[in-house]
């Protein structure tokens, strides 16, 4: 097992502010503040909505929500938005972050139970394949360490799907670098599929064709009430003869002692 989180009993607000990562409070910031925690250092926006000596609160579920409301890219860097991308980031995750405060306490119970990430009405977050309720296009998704980054193609990188570094590494020039590429790759599988399936249905036709009897011939057609022949694999048919004992052969004898 793995430890996903910790419960900890502590007394004052001295001593619970000494487990505060430091983390921005964006519901409480404005966007001059924004921006500075946003430039604070170079990383991914992924990464960094989901740090919490960066942004308070966010976690991975929200950031690709978020992201996918600001129609960024999960792999954008931080320090390279301008003023327009940074004030969409920022409108973005206070929606977001306020549309979900507002869901929660509307349809949790006083206990919640089953507590999950995944929930259906998300537009991205663990739907992987489904459409994007924006735009129509299959969601993305790449799996990196025990994490995921889920976002629309169409909506968040201009068409260009993100390299997964696994797959990506194992595929190499087969990879699809654009939705167009992957959409292609998807109808030649799919017609690869229909022929395999019409090769095999021709094959079970002619199979069946050579079965049945000449009707010229008068030859009789197999019994349909007749049981089915078992198949017995060579060397597993019975013997006629039993076998012989060990130790004696047929006609041979032994003194017995006195």
């Not at 929660?104 to 739907?127: I, N, Q, S, Y």
């Given at each position: 097992?793995?430890?996903?989180?910790?419960?900890?009993?502590?007394?004052?607000?001295?001593?619970?502010?000494?487990?505060?990562?430091?983390?921005?409070?964006?519901?409480?910031?404005?966007l001059p503040?924004?921006?500075?925690?946003?430039?604070?250092?170079?990383?991914?926006?992924?990464?960094?909505?989901?740090d919490?000596?960066?942004?308070?609160?966010?976690?991975?579920?929200?950031?690709?929500?978020?992201?996918?409301?600001?129609?960024?890219?999960p792999?954008?860097?931080?320090?390279?938005?301008?003023?327009?991308?940074?004030?969409?980031?920022?409108?973005?995750?206070?929606?977001t972050?306020?549309?979900?405060?507002?869901?929660?306490?509307?349809?949790?119970?006083?206990?919640?139970?089953?507590?999950?990430?995944?929930?259906?009405?998300?537009?991205?977050h663990?739907?992987?394949?489904?459409?994007?309720?924006?735009?129509?296009?299959?969601?993305?998704?790449?799996?990196?360490a025990?994490?995921?980054?889920?976002?629309?193609?169409?909506?968040?990188?201009?068409?260009?799907?993100?390299?997964?570094?696994?797959?990506?590494?194992?595929?190499?020039?087969?990879?699809?670098?654009?939705?167009?590429q992957?959409?292609?790759?998807?109808?030649?599988?799919?017609?690869?599929?229909?022929?395999?399936?019409?090769?095999?249905a021709?094959?079970?036709?002619?199979?069946?064709?050579?079965?049945?009897?000449?009707p010229?011939?008068?030859?009789?057609?197999?019994?349909?009430?007749?049981?089915?022949?078992?198949?017995?694999?060579?060397?597993?048919?019975?013997?006629?003869?039993?076998?012989?004992?060990?130790g004696?052969?047929a006609?041979?004898?032994?003194?017995?002692?006195?």
């Amino acid at each position: 097992s793995k430890k996903r989180a910790s419960l900890q009993l502590v007394q004052g607000e001295a001593a619970l502010a000494a487990l505060d990562p430091g983390g921005l409070e964006v519901l409480a910031a404005d966007l001059p503040s924004f921006r500075a925690a946003l430039a604070r250092e170079s990383h991914t926006l992924k990464r960094t909505l989901t740090d919490p000596a960066i942004f308070s609160g966010i976690g991975n579920a929200y950031s690709d929500e978020i992201l996918h409301r600001a129609r960024l890219s999960p792999f954008k860097r931080s320090t390279d938005l301008d003023d327009e991308e940074t004030g969409r980031l920022y409108a973005a995750t206070r929606d977001t972050l306020v549309e979900w405060l507002q869901r929660l306490r509307r349809d949790t119970p006083a206990f919640p139970e089953k507590v999950t990430a995944f929930r259906p009405e998300m537009a991205v977050h663990g739907r992987f394949g489904l459409p994007c309720p924006r735009c129509g296009a299959p969601v993305q998704r790449i799996v990196y360490a025990e994490n995921q980054a889920n976002y629309c193609a169409a909506c968040q990188t201009g068409g260009r799907l993100l390299a997964d570094r696994a797959l990506s590494r194992l595929l190499k020039a087969d990879w699809p670098r654009t939705l167009v590429q992957l959409e292609e790759r998807q109808r030649d599988q799919r017609g690869l599929r229909d022929q395999l399936r019409a090769a095999g249905a021709a094959a079970a036709a002619a199979t069946a064709a050579a079965a049945a009897p000449d009707p010229g011939s008068g030859a009789p057609g197999p019994d349909p009430a007749a049981p089915a022949a078992r198949s017995i694999p060579a060397g597993a048919a019975p013997s006629a003869a039993p076998p012989a004992r060990r130790g004696r052969q047929a006609g041979s004898s032994r003194p017995r002692s006195r």
